[in-house]
Protein backbone atom coordinates (compact mmCIF):
# COMPACT_ATOMS: atom_id res chain seq x y z
CA UNK A 1 0.00 0.00 0.00
CA UNK A 2 0.94 3.45 -0.91
CA UNK A 3 2.02 5.81 1.80
CA UNK A 4 -0.58 6.92 3.84
CA UNK A 5 -0.96 10.79 3.52
CA UNK A 6 -0.84 13.24 6.65
CA UNK A 7 -4.99 14.03 6.67
CA UNK A 8 -5.54 10.34 6.20
CA UNK A 9 -3.07 9.45 9.53
CA UNK A 10 -4.86 12.47 11.32
CA UNK A 11 -8.58 10.76 10.51
CA UNK A 12 -6.70 7.24 11.76
CA UNK A 13 -5.87 8.57 14.77
CA UNK A 14 -9.23 11.05 15.49
CA UNK A 15 -11.47 7.62 14.26
CA UNK A 16 -13.22 6.37 17.13
CA UNK A 17 -13.11 2.39 17.27
CA UNK A 18 -16.63 2.13 18.78
CA UNK A 19 -18.97 4.77 17.65
CA UNK A 20 -16.94 4.92 14.10
CA UNK A 21 -16.93 8.78 14.21
CA UNK A 22 -14.01 11.11 14.29
CA UNK A 23 -13.59 12.39 18.30
CA UNK A 24 -12.92 15.92 18.08
CA UNK A 25 -14.09 16.32 15.05
CA UNK A 26 -13.96 20.47 14.74
CA UNK A 27 -10.15 19.85 15.66
CA UNK A 28 -9.90 17.15 13.89
CA UNK A 29 -11.16 18.76 10.51
CA UNK A 30 -8.43 22.01 11.04
CA UNK A 31 -5.89 19.64 11.32
CA UNK A 32 -6.87 17.29 8.32
CA UNK A 33 -6.67 20.61 5.99
CA UNK A 34 -3.58 21.63 7.36
CA UNK A 35 -2.15 17.95 6.66
CA UNK A 36 -3.05 18.28 2.84
CA UNK A 37 -1.45 21.70 2.87
CA UNK A 38 1.74 20.71 4.40
CA UNK A 39 1.63 17.43 1.97
CA UNK A 40 1.74 20.36 -1.01
CA UNK A 41 4.28 22.73 0.81
CA UNK A 42 6.89 19.30 1.31
CA UNK A 43 6.30 17.92 -2.76
CA UNK A 44 6.55 21.69 -3.90
CA UNK A 45 3.67 22.79 -4.92
CA UNK A 46 2.70 25.88 -2.89
CA UNK A 47 5.22 27.46 -0.59
CA UNK A 48 4.07 29.16 2.78
CA UNK A 49 5.37 32.05 4.11
CA UNK A 50 4.55 33.89 7.08
CA UNK A 51 0.24 34.28 6.96
CA UNK A 52 0.40 33.86 3.54
CA UNK A 53 0.28 30.99 0.59
CA UNK A 54 1.67 31.04 -2.80
CA UNK A 55 1.26 28.32 -5.35
CA UNK A 56 4.73 27.10 -6.96
CA UNK A 57 3.85 24.25 -9.21
CA UNK A 58 -0.27 22.83 -10.48
CA UNK A 59 1.60 19.79 -11.54
CA UNK A 60 0.03 16.81 -10.35
CA UNK A 61 1.50 14.44 -7.73
CA UNK A 62 -0.06 11.16 -8.14
CA UNK A 63 -1.65 11.35 -4.99
CA UNK A 64 -5.54 11.79 -6.00
CA UNK A 65 -6.36 13.26 -2.26
CA UNK A 66 -3.91 15.94 -2.63
CA UNK A 67 -3.80 16.49 -6.34
CA UNK A 68 -7.80 16.59 -5.73
CA UNK A 69 -6.69 19.63 -3.25
CA UNK A 70 -4.09 21.40 -5.38
CA UNK A 71 -7.18 21.68 -8.04
CA UNK A 72 -9.34 23.19 -5.46
CA UNK A 73 -6.95 25.47 -4.13
CA UNK A 74 -5.68 26.49 -7.99
CA UNK A 75 -9.72 27.19 -8.91
CA UNK A 76 -10.19 29.27 -5.39
CA UNK A 77 -7.01 31.67 -5.89
CA UNK A 78 -8.12 32.83 -9.31
CA UNK A 79 -4.48 33.75 -10.56
CA UNK A 80 -3.91 35.67 -7.46
CA UNK A 81 -0.26 35.40 -6.72
CA UNK A 82 -1.03 34.73 -2.81
CA UNK A 83 -3.37 34.69 0.01
CA UNK A 84 -3.67 34.05 3.38
CA UNK A 85 -2.97 30.54 4.96
CA UNK A 86 -6.09 31.05 7.68
CA UNK A 87 -8.77 31.80 4.82
CA UNK A 88 -7.86 28.35 2.56
CA UNK A 89 -7.83 26.63 5.84
CA UNK A 90 -11.38 28.23 7.00
CA UNK A 91 -12.92 27.25 3.18
CA UNK A 92 -11.70 23.89 3.54
CA UNK A 93 -11.53 21.74 6.58
CA UNK A 94 -15.29 21.02 6.67
CA UNK A 95 -14.63 19.04 3.12
CA UNK A 96 -11.29 17.87 3.88
CA UNK A 97 -12.37 15.63 6.38
CA UNK A 98 -14.84 13.96 4.41
CA UNK A 99 -12.49 13.78 1.54
CA UNK A 100 -10.09 12.15 3.99
CA UNK A 101 -12.09 9.59 5.09
CA UNK A 102 -13.35 8.71 1.12
CA UNK A 103 -9.77 8.11 0.60
CA UNK A 104 -9.38 5.85 3.49
CA UNK A 105 -12.21 3.75 2.28
CA UNK A 106 -10.99 3.79 -1.47
CA UNK A 107 -7.60 2.14 0.26
CA UNK A 108 -9.53 -0.29 2.00
CA UNK A 109 -8.31 0.49 5.49
CA UNK A 110 -12.06 1.70 6.52
CA UNK A 111 -15.66 0.73 5.14
CA UNK A 112 -18.44 3.28 5.31
CA UNK A 113 -21.79 2.17 6.56
CA UNK A 114 -24.90 4.75 5.99
CA UNK A 115 -27.54 4.89 8.77
CA UNK A 116 -30.39 6.94 9.73
CA UNK A 117 -30.11 8.60 13.32
CA UNK A 118 -33.10 8.29 14.47
CA UNK A 119 -35.08 6.85 11.77
CA UNK A 120 -35.09 10.63 10.25
CA UNK A 121 -31.10 11.88 9.64
CA UNK A 122 -28.70 10.25 7.36
CA UNK A 123 -25.42 9.51 9.14
CA UNK A 124 -21.87 7.59 8.54
CA UNK A 125 -20.13 5.57 9.90
CA UNK A 126 -16.80 3.97 9.40
CA UNK A 127 -15.79 0.65 10.53
CA UNK A 128 -11.64 0.15 10.09
CA UNK A 129 -10.73 -3.24 8.49
CA UNK A 130 -7.28 -3.15 7.70
CA UNK A 131 -5.46 -2.19 11.08
CA UNK A 132 -1.57 -1.70 9.54
CA UNK A 133 -1.96 1.88 8.65
CA UNK A 134 -3.05 2.85 12.39
CA UNK A 135 -0.48 0.37 13.76
CA UNK A 136 2.12 1.57 12.37
CA UNK A 137 0.99 5.07 12.94
CA UNK A 138 0.59 4.59 16.50
CA UNK A 139 4.08 2.80 17.09
CA UNK A 140 6.15 5.34 14.86
CA UNK A 141 4.47 8.42 16.80
CA UNK A 142 5.09 6.33 19.98
CA UNK A 143 8.53 5.95 19.09
CA UNK A 144 8.84 9.64 18.38
CA UNK A 145 7.24 11.44 20.74
CA UNK A 146 7.47 9.17 23.76
CA UNK A 147 10.85 7.56 23.20
CA UNK A 148 13.09 10.21 21.75
CA UNK A 149 13.56 8.39 18.31
CA UNK A 150 14.87 10.73 15.72
CA UNK A 151 11.62 11.64 13.56
CA UNK A 152 11.59 12.07 9.49
CA UNK A 153 10.23 15.12 8.14
CA UNK A 154 6.76 13.67 7.43
CA UNK A 155 6.29 12.25 11.26
CA UNK A 156 7.69 15.39 12.25
CA UNK A 157 5.13 17.15 10.37
CA UNK A 158 1.87 15.63 11.33
CA UNK A 159 3.62 16.14 14.92
CA UNK A 160 3.21 19.51 14.48
CA UNK A 161 -0.39 19.44 12.85
CA UNK A 162 -1.60 17.17 15.38
CA UNK A 163 -0.34 19.69 18.57
CA UNK A 164 -1.41 22.78 16.90
CA UNK A 165 -4.91 21.10 17.17
CA UNK A 166 -4.53 19.75 20.53
CA UNK A 167 -5.54 16.42 19.70
CA UNK A 168 -2.96 14.98 22.39
CA UNK A 169 -5.77 12.74 24.10
CA UNK A 170 -6.57 11.08 20.47
CA UNK A 171 -2.94 10.22 20.11
CA UNK A 172 -1.61 9.41 23.50
CA UNK A 173 -5.08 8.64 25.44
CA UNK A 174 -2.91 6.80 28.40
CA UNK A 175 -0.65 9.79 28.44
CA UNK A 176 -1.31 12.84 30.69
CA UNK A 177 -2.18 16.01 28.26
CA UNK A 178 0.38 18.02 29.42
CA UNK A 179 3.61 15.07 29.07
CA UNK A 180 2.18 14.78 25.53
CA UNK A 181 1.62 18.65 24.61
CA UNK A 182 5.11 19.07 25.89
CA UNK A 183 6.73 16.38 24.14
CA UNK A 184 5.54 17.26 21.02
CA UNK A 185 5.71 20.59 21.14
CA UNK A 186 9.58 19.81 21.61
CA UNK A 187 9.50 17.98 17.88
CA UNK A 188 7.43 20.16 16.61
CA UNK A 189 9.12 23.50 17.06
CA UNK A 190 11.88 22.28 14.68
CA UNK A 191 10.02 21.81 12.06
CA UNK A 192 10.08 25.29 9.35
CA UNK A 193 7.89 23.79 6.62
CA UNK A 194 5.04 23.56 9.20
CA UNK A 195 5.49 26.86 11.28
CA UNK A 196 2.96 29.28 9.48
CA UNK A 197 0.08 26.46 9.01
CA UNK A 198 0.39 25.13 12.50
CA UNK A 199 0.15 29.09 13.54
CA UNK A 200 -2.90 29.52 11.43
CA UNK A 201 -4.30 25.95 13.00
CA UNK A 202 -3.36 27.05 16.49
CA UNK A 203 -4.89 31.10 16.14
CA UNK A 204 -8.25 29.11 15.26
CA UNK A 205 -8.36 27.07 17.89
CA UNK A 206 -8.43 29.86 20.08
CA UNK A 207 -11.40 30.16 22.80
Known amino acids: MAGVTLAEEI ?29 LVLAGRASVEG ?52 SLCARGVVVEQQLMALGLFPTRRYTEVYSGPETELLQRLRAVVLEGVASDEHTAGLIALVHAAKLHRVS ?25 VRAAIRDMQQP
Open 51 to 102: KYLTPTDMTPIGEPLIDGRLALLDSWLHGCGKRQVAHWLTRDHVNSIRAAME
Open 11 to 39: MLLSLDDKSGVPEQRQAASWAVAGGILLE
Open 172 to 196: FPHVSRKEAAERMAGVADGQWAAVS
